[in-house]
């Protein structure tokens, strides 16, 4: 049985319980995830050939301690880096590297900073020099697909209906959505619950109610959705080699609908692709 919680008597760990923020909670994530957001608009000039991923990773640890944050996932369950860059067929959790990036590439960077304890999640697409029009066709699509299940989000549906809405269009589009990974409570804890999944049925999951804070995040494979874990541990790829695409973000929801925390301050949700 699902039960719901105020935050604020909440124990600091997934205790499987849903946490149900106030004002103060969405007022720390505002801040948390506009500076993650500033982070990934500074980023699109910054992504091209030649650039490698241990140069991006390094940017976004040095911008939080400029600001004074701390990247979520440096150190996390053994994790070195600041950041995530996975690549082209890297479905999620690409450890960045020395590799240059090259024309053509697509890379998802997905930023998690900690200010004042709470996080703001999220991740978007950015495409290296000229990409084929294949690869373009997935990034629109992805995006489609995380936009959508975020307008499934009011007080009363269930997390399926994100799941729903984010499957029928990926599908619709000759695309498959990606089971093994989900979004997840976000807050005061880096993953809470619930969790998230991008596909499913409108009557499946929780109850969505005022107060909740998590991800929407949907991985989208040009090919099948099946994926496997390399050896590292983290970085998880399709088994097809299709590419693969994911956007991201932190949202709240609220009496009449939801608030996207992470959306850009300057209009970069899309980095690349035409507005």
């Not at 990974?181 to 804890?189: A, E, S």
């Not at 695409?245 to 609908?257: K, M, P």
């Amino acid at each position: 049985m699902v039960t719901y919680l105020e935050a604020d008597s909440a124990p600091m760990r997934n205790t499987g319980q849903i946490r149900l923020y106030g004002e103060e909670g969405f007022e720390g994530m505002r801040r948390a995830s506009n500076l993650t957001a500033r982070c990934l608009d500074e980023l699109a000039d910054r992504v091209a050939p030649g650039v490698t991923t241990n140069e991006i990773d390094r940017f976004v640890f040095e911008f939080g301690m400029d600001n004074g944050a701390i990247p979520a996932t440096l150190n996390y369950r053994g994790y070195t880096k600041s950041t995530c860059t996975s690549i082209n067929h890297v479905v999620c959790h690409g450890i960045p590297d020395d590799k240059p990036l090259r024309d053509g590439d697509i890379v998802n960077i997905d930023v998690t900073y900690i200010l004042d304890g709470w996080h703001g999640d999220s991740s978007r697409m950015y495409p290296v020099g000229t990409i084929k029009r294949a690869a373009e066709r997935l990034l629109e699509v992805t995006h489609e697909c995380l936009m959508r299940g975020i307008a499934a989000v009011k007080p009363g549906a269930r997390t399926g209906a994100i799941g729903a809405a984010i499957q029928a269009y990926a599908e619709g589009e000759r695309c498959s959505v990606v089971r093994d990974f989900c979004g997840h409570g976000v807050g005061q804890l880096f993953h809470d619950a619930p969790n998230i999944l991008h596909y499913g049925s409108v009557n499946e999951g929780v109850e969505m109610r005022p107060g909740m804070i998590f991800t929407i995040e949907p991985m989208i494979n040009l090919g099948r959705p099946h994926v496997k874990v390399l050896s590292d541990g983290w970085t998880a790829v399709t088994r097809d080699r299709s590419l693969s695409a994911q956007y991201e973000h932190s949202i709240g929801v609220t009496e009449t609908g939801c608030e996207i925390f992470t959306l850009s301050p300057t209009g970069l949700d899309r980095p690349g692709l035409p507005a």
